[in-house]
């Protein structure tokens, strides 16, 4: 009676607004509980955009020139510090899985309480515990330190991003901020090897950590200052840490990780390496039935199904797989079957860094002109072109022939594979659930390149190991690992062509 009364006593158009107003009402309550909106960008000038991008990106610079600048390093550091060869790699594999593994979590971390001060605190961390690296005396000790700066630097990336995509909102700006913040990993995967080889060289391996730790404490301090406040949405729904699925994930990880690393020198029919392969898998089978039922899984059941996240999840892998093992691997050969000096190892490195800079940028300035699956494949292809050349390359004569052509066919087609598997899968993010995407994808890169340097130099240890110890007779170890990444690549290739979806 009411309502009657109300539509003859207004004028036509009030009806109409009032339906329209009861109805954005109505959607703005429905947004706020599954979709919020982000956070209004602060108003800030052209100067402190620079400024805060450049702090942004410094923090992975060093994530990325810790990990390359231990390499160069890793030599010097099994003989001071008596690593078995085929341990030597968790130098690397204990950072590389702890900044993995907690990329989720940490993204958790940022959308809970805000992302400065989670990245203020993993910026510290890293160089922290870099420093506590440098004073190791113990392999174990070494590893525990590493692993715990690998989570610093895992807390660095999703609150990076989340901040510079609050502080970059108009789409270009944000894209081209975005591409220099991984440019600026480029510069630290060629800096790094330069850096870490001349220290080790003519100072001590300890120094690549010292360098980084007072590098990095004072822009951790500095960035509380240099970052502005970042809003928060008081409208968001807040998410829980999903614990139990981390923990489950993580542990199998580690598991799998360890019975990888540790067969080809311990033997594949061990029974502790058996023992550790099953216990591994019932991990992962636990990690996936635990997201069935915990209110806020860490990787959502539900996104299995989303166009191409699937096959995604597993391409992303060979990006990092291919970057980190092909440079361990190189950098070996040249030190202990070329007998070059780390300085000269890290110098026949720098074609890696400069290609992969201007690819990163080339290609994320232009890709999106090109086909994404045409991105997938032909990035697969280079790659695996690259690696049968180093595979062939048995001598050091053969390094102008092969492996300098084979270190710019790979950054081209490595530039490709990461640009494109990251538009295929975050164009296909949900609305709203962008950030959980873009954290899955960033640890899919990193478990691609712990699996990669465990299965890599699982191999190589296991051919050499019955191989005479001249040095055209222990290449072939590492000419099948090399092989075995081609092979990595083949199936990318197939992945790419069967199951990613226009």
Request: contains cysteine; hydrophobic residues 50%; charged residues 10%.
């Amino acid at each position: 009676m009411s309502t009657k009364s109300s539509s003859v006593t207004l004028p036509a158009t009030d009806p109409e607004k009032q339906r329209t107003s009861q109805r954005s009402s109505s959607e703005l309550k429905e947004n706020d509980v599954a979709s919020p909106s982000p956070p209004a960008a602060p108003k800030l000038s052209g100067l402190r955009k620079a400024a805060i991008l450049a702090m942004l990106c410094s923090a992975q610079f060093f994530d990325i020139f810790n990990a390359c600048s231990s390499i160069a390093a890793l030599p010097s550091i099994g003989t001071d510090l008596y690593f078995t060869p085929g341990m030597l790699q968790w130098v690397l594999a204990a950072y590389t899985l702890t900044f993995g593994s907690m990329q989720v979590p940490a993204g958790r971390l940022s959308d809970l309480y805000n992302p400065k001060p989670i990245f203020i605190a993993g910026y510290l961390a890293v160089g922290i515990f870099s420093i506590l690296c440098g004073v190791s005396i113990h392999p174990i000790m070494l590893l525990v330190f590493r692993a715990v700066s690998g989570i610093g630097a895992a807390m660095t990336i999703p609150s990076a991003i989340a901040m510079i995509v609050i502080n970059f909102p108009e789409p270009k700006e944000q894209a081209k901020a975005l591409g220099m913040y991984g440019a600026a990993g480029a510069v630290g995967n060629a800096i790094g090897f330069v850096v870490g080889g001349v220290l080790a060289a003519k100072a001590s391996w300890r120094w690549v950590f010292h360098l980084i730790g007072l590098c990095t404490v004072p822009f951790a301090l500095l960035s509380w200052f240099c970052l502005p406040r970042t809003p928060t949405n008081a409208h968001a729904v807040k998410r829980s840490m999903d614990l139990p699925g981390i923990t489950i994930l993580t542990g199998g990880l580690i598991l799998f990780v360890y019975a990888i690393s540790d067969g080809g020198e311990s033997g594949w029919g061990t029974p502790r390496i058996i023992t550790t392969l099953v216990f591994s898998i019932v991990f992962f089978i636990g990690f996936f039935i635990v997201e069935r039922y915990v209110k806020d899984p860490a990787i959502p059941p539900r996104m299995w199904f989303n166009k191409n996240f699937a096959a995604m999840f597993f391409y992303s892998w060979s990006v990092y797989w291919n970057l980190m093992s092909a440079e361990l691997l190189l950098i070996q050969v040249f030190q202990d079957l070329y007998h070059w000096s780390p300085i000269s190892a890290a110098t026949h490195c720098i074609p890696l860094g400069i290609t992969g800079l201007f690819s990163t940028i080339i290609v994320g300035t232009y890709g999106h002109l090109i086909p994404r699956r045409y991105n997938l494949i032909s990035g697969q292809l280079l790659m695996l072109t690259a690696l049968v050349l180093f595979a062939l390359a048995d001598t050091p004569s053969k390094y102008w022939s092969h492996i300098f052509p084979g270190m710019i066919i790979n950054m081209v087609g490595l530039g490709q594979a990461y640009v494109g598997a990251s538009a295929t899968m975050m164009s296909n993010a949900p609305a709203g659930e962008e950030g959980v995407v873009g954290a899955i994808l960033y640890t899919s890169f990193q478990i691609g390149s712990t699996v990669g340097i465990a299965v890599v130099s699982s191999i190589a240890f296991g051919v050499n190991h019955k191989q005479p110890g001249d040095a055209l007779s222990q290449f072939r170890g590492y000419a099948a690992a090399f092989w075995s990444q081609v092979a990595m690549h083949g199936v990318c290739v197939v992945m790419s062509v069967l199951f990613v979806r226009d």
